[in-house]
């Protein structure tokens, strides 16, 4: 393959170098190994690794740092601990640089000379550390300023300093893990408008998993004075967490070059892959999460600069929509056309004059002179060709290519069934090519189910009209697919129903529910009961209000009008109700003796519920009652048959107490404590009526009352003036419960 330069172009940048601020940093990493434990098993030895890369193009004239300060800060909880803090003043990591350089080598491509002023090396500084294992995660730092004045996707760069870090997080601390390490360092220089792929993947020596993304590169230190964050170089560096840089409208970390298509770097691989089409200086970070069964053991993080120049002169040979078999051989199959467009995206087109074309065609060699010949093809199957881009001449290129023209491929099928039968339906293959092999099937038949062969039989479970779609595709990977709709309703061979049950007591009410197969709510059923009802519906709700035995014949219909009946004999039995009986020994008692026998005589039944006073509950045939307060108890009895219909019977009981009352002929209201009031005296609890009334021997009114409880005390009302001594009437009505009211008039004495 032959290439020349035309009119080759290169974009210098000019990296601008201030010696107290370091702009020769391009980009750095930060790395570890675990050396085992250190003084004891409570610690761990790690080698750090600080890497760093420079540009060392004439005119830059600073150089490595000579004595490198890192900083290593240790998590607790929201906060974070320099673990060299009160360290006499020392709160720093200190390296020399053994002032050993490694040469970045340019890249080289195809028809074009880098200038000699691209130049880029590498400084590395190592130190043995020993760290407490702990259940948090240290953060290894080192911050710089500042950067190259001509980045183009972010803000200030010149006052934009950069943080290096790596993280090492508790798993690895337990289990003496070693980081990551990238293998490669990005080319110096890429072409604008030409696509790349560049490995920026790291090793891992245990083999975790390694997940890589674009990330945010960090600040970190200023052109201020003094030690502290916004100085050149921060004493000790500053406390995590970092901020991000600023990217310039329309860069972002996860987009930090543009491209079309974007600069994207692979999840799993690490490979990065785009075409940048503009030029300039990009700053670009990686990171790089290592996981060890789901858990992060630390994360690795590179800072970098792309430039992107201009590459004149280039020349590739490149085919669309076809598979690359090498960097000049292409692949391409025509699926279900007899022509075929090229899709020519060969590099640089600006450069390219001139292409010719030579393919086969219906046994002859046709040509063409031009960018992309339509081909119209006068047969089917394998075409050779090639093209020469900018023929006899010495930036020029050859590509070969293979089209395969599968013109007829045509996927079509039957099915095979009896549409009132429930059986299984066969579909039969009937797809044809000339010029390709049928090689897989891919059956989609509906309500979930797929096959893979190529004339599947398959026994639906519902009925319903199924879309069956038919993919096929070839040995050059062509497909085509037919799609078909199948009306699967058959009459169930046989009917079946379930009633939710099969006796009962009047009036019962039944569910019953069709369950033939295959049927749904789509057809149509007819309920004939035996005492001349009918009822419609998947499912019914009917209620037998006479004693008997009920026959059923249910008729099924299914939307393509097949048909089955069954006729089904004694399927409800329907019995009466229970009649509750009982025998209750006395409804009225005496608190002496306060016990009531009750027993059950119900016939046909199967148990019953005895309960007192609606808080008490007893299931014995014969029960004992014992009612402790007086007034009146109320006893059910709730009968119960085998199909749980009830029948209840209640009643009240009355428990009374021994009454007696008599009345004083005499009292003496004088205050001594003794017969100082008038009124009833005994067992006077069983009184439904009480009226007492005190008249003077002139038939005055002086005292009356309805509550057996309240005395007259000799004042007229109680509360009056006090009576003189001498006698006066009463007059007594009262009623005992269940007893005839009494009458009382009788005279009393007043004494003081």
């Known amino acids: 393959m032959k290439k020349n330069i035309s009119n080759f172009i290169l974009l210098l940048f000019i990296l601008l170098s201030y010696r107290s601020y370091s702009t020769h940093i391009i980009g750095g990493e930060i790395f570890y190994e675990c050396l085992g434990y250190g003084k004891d098993t409570t610690t761990r030895k790690y080698l750090i690794t600080i890497k760093l890369y420079r540009d060392c193009s004439p005119g830059v004239m600073s150089d490595f740092d000579t004595n490198l300060g890192f900083t290593i800060y240790r998590q607790s909880g929201n906060k974070y601990v320099n673990t060299k803090a ?35 090396e590498a400084g590395i500084y190592q130190y043995t550390v020993e760290l407490p294992i702990i259940n948090e995660k240290y953060v290894i730092v080192w911050q710089r300023c500042c950067r190259n004045q001509t980045i183009t996707n972010i803000m200030d760069p010149l006052n934009t300093g950069a943080t290096f870090t790596i993280e090492i997080h508790p798993e690895a601390q337990r289990t003496c893990n070693n980081s990551p390490q990238f293998k490669n360092f990005p080319p110096t220089v890429l072409c604008a408008n030409a696509p790349f792929t560049f490995d920026h993947s790291a090793v891992d020596k245990e083999g975790d998993q390694l997940i890589y993304e674009f990330c945010e590169p960090l600040k970190g230190g200023g052109r201020g004075g003094g030690n502290g964050c916004a100085s050149p170089n921060p004493t000790p560096d500053c406390v995590p967490p970092f901020s991000p840089v600023d990217y310039a409208f329309p860069y972002s970390a996860q987009f930090p070059m543009g491209g079309n298509p974007p600069i994207t770097i692979g999840s799993t691989d690490g490979l990065i892959s785009g075409t ?73 087109p600006k450069y390219i004059h001139e292409i010719l074309w030579t393919y086969e065609n219906g046994g002859l060699i046709d040509t ?18 090639r093209f020469i881009i900018n023929p006899n001449t010495n930036c020029g290129d050859t590509g070969y ?40 099937w891919t059956w989609s038949l509906g309500d979930g189910f797929t096959a893979f062969n190529q004339n599947p ?52 009410n039944v569910e019953f529910k069709n369950v033939s197969f295959p049927t749904d709510n789509s057809y149509k059923f007819l309920w004939k009961f035996s005492d001349g009802t009918r009822d419609s519906g998947i499912a019914v709700q009917h209620k037998f209000i006479s004693k008997g035995v009920y026959d059923l014949k249910l008729e099924v219909t299914s939307p393509l009008g097949c048909y089955n009946e069954g006729d089904f004999k004694d399927v409800i039995y329907v019995y009466d109700p229970p009649t509750a009986s009982w025998t209750v020994d006395s409804t009225i008692v005496n608190l002496n003796n306060p016990v009531v026998h009750v027993k059950d005589q119900s016939a046909g039944t199967i148990g019953r519920t005895w309960i007192v006073d609606n808080t008490q509950y007893f299931f014995d045939p014969a029960l004992q009652i014992e009612l402790k307060d007086t007034g009146y108890h109320h006893i059910r009895m709730i009968a119960t048959d085998r199909f749980l219909c ?25 205050g001594d404590g003794k017969n100082d009031e008038f009124g009833p005296v005994g067992q006077i609890n069983s009184l439904e009526k009480y009226e007492l009334t005190i008249y003077d021997r002139w038939g005055s009114k002086v005292f009356t009352t309805e509550d057996p409880n309240q005395f007259w005390n000799g004042k007229f009302d109680n509360d009056g003036k006090e009576l003189p001594p001498g006698t006066y009437v009463y007059d007594l009505v009262y009623k005992v419960i269940r007893k005839d009211v009494v009458h009382e008039h009788k005279m009393l004495t007043l004494l003081k």
């Open 86 to 120: 009160g360290n006499g003043g020392n709160s720093e990591y200190s390296i020399t640089w053994d002032r050993i350089r490694h040469h970045i080598d340019p890249p080289t491509y195809a028809c074009l000379q880098l200038p000699k002023n691209v130049c880029g």
């Open 276 to 348: 940048p089409n503009i030029i300039g200086q990009f700053v670009v970070s990686v990171c790089v999460y290592e996981y060890r069964n789901g858990v992060l053991l630390s994360v690795l993080r590179r800072d970098f600069q792309f430039n992107v120049a201009s590459c004149e002169g280039t020349i590739e040979p490149k085919l669309g929509g076809s598979n690359q078999l090498t960097q000049d051989q292409f692949e391409i199959t025509v699926c279900g056309s007899n022509q075929y467009q090229i899709q020519n995206n060969s590099l640089d």
């Open 368 to 385: 063409f002179i031009g960018w992309a010949p339509l081909i119209k093809f006068k047969e089917g199957g394998l075409h050779n060709g």
């Open 401 to 440: 290519f293979k089209i395969t023209l599968v013109p007829d491929l045509k996927s079509q099928f039957t099915a095979e069934y009896d549409s009132c039968k429930a059986g299984p339906v066969k579909f039969k293959d009937l797809s044809s090519s000339t010029y390709s092999n049928i090689l897989n």
């Open 457 to 508: 039989t398959l026994q639906y479970l519902r009925p319903g009209t199924y879309p069956v779609l038919l993919s096929i595709k070839d040995n050059y990977g062509c497909e085509s697919k037919v799609f078909q709709n199948i009306d699967w309703y058959p009459a169930p061979d046989v009917i079946v129903f379930r009633p939710n049950v099969n006796e009962g007591c009047v009036p019962l």
């Open 646 to 670: 009830t029948d209840t019977l209640d009643t009240d009981v009355y428990v009374y107490r021994d009454f007696t009352l008599f009345m004083p002929n005499a009292f003496t209201p004088n």
